[in-house]
């Protein structure tokens, strides 16, 4: 099977979504959180925003436009 430049594509969005989160769980490891939302730098966390657009650009390829769920 050929693989094509969107399945490429695929592959880039989902590793940087998987680096991300690995990022975000380490931090989580080191401030000794659970979550996030435990955390008192939630509202200027820079990992954490990576982390949230990461996951929006996973579900839209990259694609851009709102969040609409």
Known sequence: ???????????????????????????????????????SQLLNCKLRDNYVHAVYSSMNKGAGGGFEF
């Open 1 to 39: 099977m050929e693989e094509t430049r969107e399945d490429i594509q695929l592959d880039e969005w989902e590793l940087e979504l998987q680096i991300k989160k690995k990022e975000l769980e380490n931090c989580q490891q080191q401030q000794q959180v659970d979550s996030c939302l435990k955390c």
